[in-house]
Structures are given as structure tokens and as C-alpha cells.
């Protein structure tokens, strides 16, 4: 497979350990810290160490692992342990974990000192198909999601699919909610690909076409100024049930399960208003309902949902902004969707 | 005086109060925000009030005035009080303040939601003539000052010289020293000029020359990559006395007062290292001993204060990194001082 070229930066996939420290060795970095979580930090800085222990110099730093440690709180932590390490200007920072570990790690490297060189190493499947490609940094405040951020490129990022082998099964499905949303928004071949694959470890081949689509998109929208919303599909009302299930839930949704949610009521609110046709509405809700449990949307909760969509980034004015599909494979930017309709979308759900 | 162009944005000088409304309309904002502090609340405020009650709706957030202030906690505060307000990414922040208002209003404009529009109202001496162009936003973490902060533009700046009329005496010289610092970078005949000038209240054509020169610096460097480099003569050793001296005194150095005593000892090391005549350092010497009081830098302190420098943002590797002159009107960048060499700098200035 080859190295993709994404807006100033490469992204790796064979031999990636090895381009990974080949970087770091050009980079002439004045110290290396290695971001993980607990979780990383046991199964996938193995992998790292032989590498690590003949550099000069590195440090650990491990946070906690877990969506709800995404926090600008963490980033205090992380920020205080830089400073006490002494890291420089020209140091540099290696995220070696999941979505939150880049999001975050991101977000404290593209703010410490004004901005310190970064390299994402996904080792989650949903990282690595969608929170290391775009330029996106970000964390929560008060339970709202990615609140807080900026649009800041890695250096490289190194893809490792033996990372993955490691990996719960419903960490697998949340990553594969994003690879299916690509095939959706903008190629149906490969939709029609995903639901004739054994998705129980999505193939190299499957992921590298995924990082391809996302990468296409971002490339020609790198602000979110148009294009770009393509990849909001199933993330409006999929984010407001992630945030919900993680205030109100024991055992709260994984990011993918919210947002395969988001793009079954998007995918009802599409057949409403953007033309997708009833039989591809019920493809689209059969094929996810069939991978994902269901997830019980209690009515009076509605209000709620509603309350944390009008807080998403990309709704102006109490408006909510849907991206919704013309057709599988084709989508349609910028649809104003009302209370009414969003609530409704949430009632189709429910009834499936 | 004609309006400054700096990195894609405007610095009005004339009718500056006007000019903001007639930005704000043109701008189509979903909502306008005003920062301020307690102080700028109260003597500031009042200027905008007949324009701002115009607005369909605005909201005020106000912090504590205060060096000490500029944190990440407050940052928090701002962002949850933005959220309340349902602040879309169409908003535009009005930071109306000195540097506390506008490096923290920055950051948190550019990090919230990843990046609303902000403009900066600069309305004391010092962030007139330096923390509002360049750039650079920032807050404290633990103490160290800036160490948090990216490297966004404000939208457009507005000048008023009606804010100094307010400001106290000391807070004027705190702005001063910045001024005299552009002359000993760039410019000896401005250098001689404010010499040889009332500086109770710096006219507006000073503080216009002096907006002139760091523009003009910025312009050629915009992320301190070399010549930039040139506005941190007077910053290594005067940081490193500000942050001492807010953890230490009862009523801690200004800004200005810290840079001043920062600039003699760093005259000091172009004597010894750049080339500073005798003569000319001795003039650098008196003239600021003459406008600023001494301050009593105990010896038992200056390995703290050195702790302090090796965590300035411009150093590398354990070793210090000065700007220095050559002479006055001219600086030399990425001067390696010892730590007996910064000392004995220190001593120089105790015996003054």
C-alpha cells in the first residue's frame, strides 16, 4: 500500500514502525515524549520500545484511558508534565493511542509554547480511519464534545494494523461506523464492498480505501468551509447521543454505535428531504441495525438530544445543519432540519 | 495617522470606535461577545455602550483584571460562559482590555469551537504597542507565562488614545519600556526622539511609530522563526524577574518594569558579547535607571530566576538564548549565554 499524501504530511502504512523512527531520527528533535493511555501503554508501546530505548533521550506520558478523560482538565496534566520534563520549542510529541489520545495529544502539542511538532500512531480502528486524518485536534468542557480545539497538521502518521488484533470487538464496530459513513457519503462500490466483507477484522486494504476517501474530502476542505460537511453525515444527532449516553449511561455508546444511531435518523431525515429513496433508507437501517445492539431512546430524553445538537460546532443561529445523502454513495450539505423532524428521525429509530 | 496593514488585517488608528461598529456590521455575526475585566468594565465599557446597545444582542463576559489572572483556569471560565450563551462558530469576540484581556480573549476565540473571529481593543499603553500585533495569544499554566497559546490573527485591531487618559502612571511606563525597546532593536532616531520626549503620556504619534516598527518585524517573521527574534532583546532575563516576581512580592513588577531591568542586563551581555559600545550601554543604563525604580534582585534568587529562563519558550536544550545589540539600532539574534555570564548580568544591574 502506498504512503498517502495528505495536506503537508504523509501518512504511513507499510513498515511503519520503521518510518516512524526513521522520522524521528531525521526530525533532530531535542527530546521525544510518547503520549499513551493505560490501555496503550500495556499492548502497543511494546511494539515501540526497541526503537525507543537506542534514541538519546525520551519520556512517558500516560492519561487515563476513556472518553470522558478527553478533557481540558488532562490537558492541564499533560501540559504541567511538559513543562516539569523541560520540553522545548523543538521538541516533539508521539500519540500512541486512540481517538482520544490523538485528539487530546494533538490539541496540548499545537498549543504548548505556541505549537510543538506532533506525529499521530492510531491504534484503534476508528482512529485510525477518521481522528488522524484531517487536522482536527480537540476536547471536551463540561461534557461537550471537541468544545475546544484547533485545525493544526501532524508531521506523519504512522498506520500499524497490528495494533488492531489487540482491540475489543465493539472497538472494531465503532471504527467500522466510519468506514461505512465514507462509503456511504461517496462511494456506493465500496458500501456494497463493507456489506459483503467479514467485518469482524476489516481488511488492510478495506481500512487504507477509507483513509483514501477521508483524506480526498479533508484535502479539499481542509476549514470545514463546504466540502468538508460530507463527513458530518450521522453526526449531528449521532454526537448529541454519544454526549448523552456518556452523561446518563453506565456502560455509556462507544462513538461509533452513537453515530451509527445519527446516520440511521439522518438516513430517515435524508429520505424526507434530499431524495434518498425508501428502498435505500431501509438498506442503509437494515445493514446497521444488523451490526450495531439497539440502543433504547427513551422519549423523554428528546428535549435533551435536542439541547446538546444546538451546541454542535456547526449549527448557527438555533438552526440545526444536517448533512444528509442524495443517494448512497452521493450527499448533501447544509440541510436545515427542524425540532419536529429531528424528533421524528429519533422516533423512526426507535421503532425499527 | 493612516491605517496599518499587517498579516491580513487592519490596524485603525482614526475613528477607531467607528470603525469597530461599521466591522461589526459588515461582519453578519450571529452574536457579539465583549471580554473585559473589572477595570476595562468600568472605564472603558462606557465608549462602546451608545455603539454596542445598536446590536440586535450582545453579551458581556468580564474576568478579573490582573496579571495573575491570565490562566488556564479563567480561559475554562470564558469557554463554559460561552457555551451558555450558545456561541456559534459565527460569533465574533470583542476583546476590550490589556494584554491579560487580549492574549487570553485570543486564545480562547482561537481554540473555541476551532477558531471564532476575534478583534482586539487594546486599551492600555503596553498592549497598544505590543500584545496587539503579531499574532501571538497565550495564557499561563503554573505560573509560566505565555506557555500555552497559539499563533492566530485577530480579525482587526482598533487604536483609542481616550483609554490611556485613565491608566495610572505605572501603567504607562509598563508600556513605555516596549517602545524603548523598538527603538534599540530598529531604530536609533526613534530611540533619541522618545530620549528627548514628555513620557508622562507618550503621544500618539510615538506609540503610531512604535505599532510601525513591530508590524514591520512581524510582517517579515510571522512565527518567531529568526529576525522576530529581535523582540525578545530585554524578554530572557526580563520574564524570567516578572514570573520571579509575581510568585514572590506582595506588589509585583509590571510587565514593563520587569522588561526594563530585563534590557539593562541584556545591554550588559552586548557589551560583553555583541558588540555594545561602552558608551552606548551606559546610556541604555541611565536613561532607563532614570524613568523606572530599582528593584532590589536578591542574590540568593538568581538560581531561580535562571530555573525560570531555561523554561522560556526561545531556549533549547538547557542553553539560553539571547537577543542583543550590536549597537543602538540594531540587534544580533541567537546569543548562547552562560549562566554566569546571565549572573554577573544580574550583578551589573544590582550595581547600578
Known sequence: MDTIQS???????????????????????SKVFVLTDDNTGIHCLPLLQP????????????ITAGEENKTIDFCIGVWKMLIDFGADRKALMINLGGGVVTDLGGFVASTYKRGIDFVQVPTTLLSQVDASVGGKTGVDVDGIKNIIGTFTQPKAVFMNDGFLSTLPQRQLLSGLAEMLKHGLICDADYWDELKESDL??????????????KNAVVLEDPHEKN????????????????????????????????????????????????????????????VITRLYPKYEVKADSQAEL???????????????????????????????????????????????
Open 51 to 62: 526503537h525507543l530505548v537506542k534514541l538519546n533521550s525520551y519520556d512517558l506520558i500516560e
Open 7 to 29: 495536506d503537508g504530511y504523509s501518512i504511513f502504512f507499510d513498515d511503519s514502525i520503521t518510518e516512524l523512527f526513521k522520522f524521528v531520527e531525521q526530525g533532530n528533535y
Open 200 to 213: 469482524s477484522l476489516p481488511s488492510a486494504e478495506l481500512i487504507y480505501r477509507s483513509v483514501e476517501i
Open 306 to 352: 435536542f439541547k446538546l445538537m444546538l451546541n454542535d460546532k456547526k449549527n448557527f443561529d438555533g438552526q440545526i445543519n444536517c448533512t444528509l445523502l442524495k443517494r448512497i454513495g452521493d450527499f448533501s450539505i447544509d440541510n436545515l432540519c427542524t425540532e419536529v423532524e429531528l424528533y421524528d428521525s429519533l422516533n423512526y429509530y426507535a421503532g425499527l
Open 227 to 286: 466540502i468538508r460537511k460530507a463527513l458530518n453525515f450521522g453526526h449531528t444527532v449521532g454526537h448529541a447521543v454519544e454526549t448523552y449516553s456518556l452523561l446518563n449511561d453506565d456502560d455509556p455508546l462507544t462513538h461509533g454505535e452513537a453515530i451509527a444511531i445519527g446516520m440511521i435518523c439522518e438516513a430517515w431525515l435524508s429520505n424526507k428531504k434530499a431524495g434518498l429513496s425508501t428502498n435505500q433508507l431501509d438498506e442503509v437501517a437494515s
